[in-house]
């Protein structure tokens, strides 16, 4: 196809997909930074701030979901060069999320302890008042990190990936110096921990929300109290955003249900995953910063009819995916043995660790790429219900249900964690490469 006539041109695929990568390296190495700090507290603050994030996590995931609903339906408005209902879509999502978070933030401080009773049993006392207390703070949050989140995605649907870059710099910023000094200096504990991530919080919302005021923005929402609910536009949004939300919230269940199995195959088997999870995702965070850019770029594709060029940009975008993680998996898996030894971790576990990664490193690059990205291109057309069924079912039969199998009865041990999520990566490569090249997604639609 002739580049001159495209929709993005190399130069503007260059300024929408650095700055996503750089967000996302910059919020993995950040949330390291933070449990590493936090983990200078103590064993109950550290097992407090590790529980209470495994259920902060599926409610900011939900949202981020939500959020990519927004930017999908903004951009396939921006492709018609509809900007007034660009706009009006942007106003409304913010509201969605609003309310939303709102109600959860609510419910999560009204019935704090039940719910981590619920999901944590019995604990010791120590963990569990600290997890009270942190989990009480966060939750403050959660309608901040919430229209943090769709106000990025109204600047990633106008191919503005550099702002909520600049801002998510600056909150990082302000967290890690705030952990500092309220765990270091004030010896405030989880509450400061707390209050720090809620600190940064406040402050990337404001400052999106009063950046998406400005004129010079293709989509400038201004006079946020004047908004009132458009039932067809939340409804366009929820469309996309309630089964990418399941999905994601389905991949959180399953992590928790491994976790729960790797926690009976002994110390030296938990550190040598919990080493092995962090370097994994390391390896990946620029591709799904990829994979976050290419749902802006199909979408504008499908929004303007040009859906021989949707098609030609998730090849194009799982190509550079693709080399990413190449270049990805070799530095990581030359930094482990530095890594493991620089952390302190025991021979033993480090040799574990070292194992699984060589396998990591080898069947990644050959799976990984088909596996995730063009799913983001699917959702971006509209076709959200299919990516959330296959990603259920293979999350479950794969990642959960054969890591069990292989862990109880064979005593694979942390190994059997991988085997299953090669087993998923493998599978969803091949069901969302039969549903690319049906092209069946290129029929769906998102706004009307």
């Given at each position: 196809?002739?580049e001159?006539?495209?929709?993005?041109?190399?130069?503007a695929?260059?300024m929408l997909?650095?700055p996503?990568?750089?967000?996302q390296f910059?919020?993995?190495?950040?949330?390291?930074?933070?449990?590493?700090?936090?983990?200078?507290?103590g064993?109950?603050?550290?097992?407090a701030?590790?529980?209470?994030d495994s259920?902060n996590v599926?409610?900011?995931?939900?949202?981020?979901?939500l959020?990519?609903?927004?930017?999908?339906v903004c951009?396939?408005?921006?492709?018609?060069?509809?900007?007034?209902?660009?706009?009006?879509?942007?106003?409304?999502?913010?509201?969605?999320?609003?309310?939303?978070?709102?109600l959860?933030?609510a419910?999560?401080l009204a019935?704090?302890?039940p719910?981590?009773?619920?999901?944590?049993?019995?604990v010791?006392a120590?963990v569990?008042?600290a997890?009270?207390i942190?989990?009480?703070?966060?939750?403050l949050?959660?309608?901040?990190?919430a229209?943090?989140?769709?106000?990025?995605?109204?600047?990633?649907?106008?191919?503005?990936s550099a702002?909520?870059?600049r801002?998510?710099?600056v909150a990082?910023?302000l967290?890690?110096t705030?952990n500092?000094?309220?765990i270091?200096?004030?010896h405030?504990?989880?509450a400061?921990?707390?209050?720090?991530?809620?600190?940064s919080?406040?402050f990337?919302?404001?400052?999106?929300?009063w950046?998406?005021r400005?004129?010079k923005?293709?989509?400038?929402?201004k006079d946020y109290l004047?908004?009132?609910p458009?039932?067809?536009?939340?409804?366009?949004?929820?469309?996309?955003g309630?089964p990418?939300?399941v999905?994601?919230?389905?991949?959180q269940?399953?992590?928790?249900a491994?976790?729960?199995?790797?926690?009976?195959m002994?110390?030296?088997?938990?550190a040598?995953q919990?080493?092995?999870?962090?370097l994994?995702?390391?390896?990946?965070?620029?591709?799904?910063?990829?994979?976050?850019?290419?749902m802006?770029v199909?979408?504008e594709c499908?929004?303007?009819g040009?859906?021989?060029?949707a098609?030609?940009?998730?090849?194009k975008l799982?190509?550079?995916?693709?080399?990413i993680?190449i270049?990805?998996c070799?530095?990581i898996?030359?930094l482990?043995?530095?890594?493991?030894?620089l952390?302190?971790?025991?021979?033993?576990?480090?040799?574990?660790?070292?194992?699984?990664?060589?396998?990591?490193?080898v069947v990644?690059?050959?799976?990984?790429?088909?596996a995730?990205?063009p799913?983001y291109?699917l959702?971006a057309a509209?076709?959200?219900k299919?990516?959330?069924i296959?990603?259920c079912?293979?999350m479950?039969l794969c990642?959960?249900?054969?890591c069990i199998?292989?862990?109880?009865?064979?005593?694979?041990?942390?190994?059997a964690?991988?085997?299953?999520?090669f087993?998923?990566?493998?599978?969803?490569?091949?069901?969302?490469?039969?549903r690319?090249?049906s092209?069946?997604?290129l029929?769906?639609?998102?706004?009307?």
């Amino acid at each position: 196809m002739n580049e001159k006539n495209h929709l993005f041109s190399n130069h503007a695929l260059k300024m929408l997909l650095i700055p996503l990568v750089a967000e996302q390296f910059l919020t993995s190495l950040m949330g390291t930074a933070d449990s590493m700090m936090v983990s200078n507290v103590g064993s109950a603050a550290i097992s407090a701030v590790s529980l209470v994030d495994s259920i902060n996590v599926l409610v900011i995931q939900a949202f981020a979901a939500l959020s990519a609903g927004g930017t999908i339906v903004c951009s396939q408005y921006i492709g018609q060069k509809n900007l007034k209902k660009a706009t009006e879509s942007a106003r409304q999502l913010l509201l969605a999320v609003a309310s939303i978070s709102v109600l959860v933030m609510a419910v999560c401080l009204a019935f704090r302890t039940p719910l981590l009773r619920l999901v944590f049993g019995k604990v010791d006392a120590e963990v569990m008042d600290a997890s009270k207390i942190y989990f009480l703070i966060t939750s403050l949050s959660f309608p901040f990190i919430a229209l943090y989140d769709a106000g990025a995605s109204v600047y990633r649907a106008q191919g503005d990936s550099a702002t909520p870059l600049r801002i998510s710099v600056v909150a990082n910023c302000l967290n890690i110096t705030g952990n500092a000094v309220l765990i270091w200096v004030f010896h405030m504990g989880v509450a400061g921990a707390a209050l720090a991530t809620l600190g940064s919080r406040v402050f990337s919302a404001i400052v999106v929300l009063w950046l998406l005021r400005s004129p010079k923005n293709e989509i400038a929402v201004k006079d946020y109290l004047t908004i009132r609910p458009d039932g067809t536009q939340i409804g366009m949004i929820l469309k996309i955003g309630i089964p990418s939300g399941v999905e994601n919230s389905m991949f959180q269940f399953g992590k928790l249900a491994i976790q729960s199995t790797v926690s009976t195959m002994g110390t030296v088997a938990i550190a040598a995953q919990a080493m092995t999870n962090i370097l994994e995702n390391l390896n990946g965070v620029a591709a799904i910063g990829i994979g976050i850019g290419l749902m802006t770029v199909v979408g504008e594709c499908m929004g303007a009819g040009r859906k021989d060029e949707a098609v030609y940009y998730v090849k194009k975008l799982s190509g550079i995916a693709e080399v990413i993680i190449i270049i990805c998996c070799g530095a990581i898996f030359l930094l482990t043995k530095p890594i493991t030894t620089l952390g302190g971790m025991e021979p033993e576990s480090a040799s574990l660790c070292f194992h699984m990664i060589t396998w990591i490193t080898v069947v990644k690059p050959i799976v990984w790429t088909a596996a995730f990205i063009p799913a983001y291109g699917l959702r971006a057309a509209g076709d959200v219900k299919f990516s959330m069924i296959i990603s259920c079912l293979t999350m479950w039969l794969c990642r959960v249900s054969l890591c069990i199998f292989l862990s109880r009865h064979f005593g694979m041990g942390p190994m059997a964690v991988w085997i299953g999520m090669f087993s998923d990566w493998t599978l969803r490569g091949i069901f969302f490469g039969i549903r690319f090249h049906s092209r069946k997604w290129l029929e769906k639609q998102v706004i009307q």
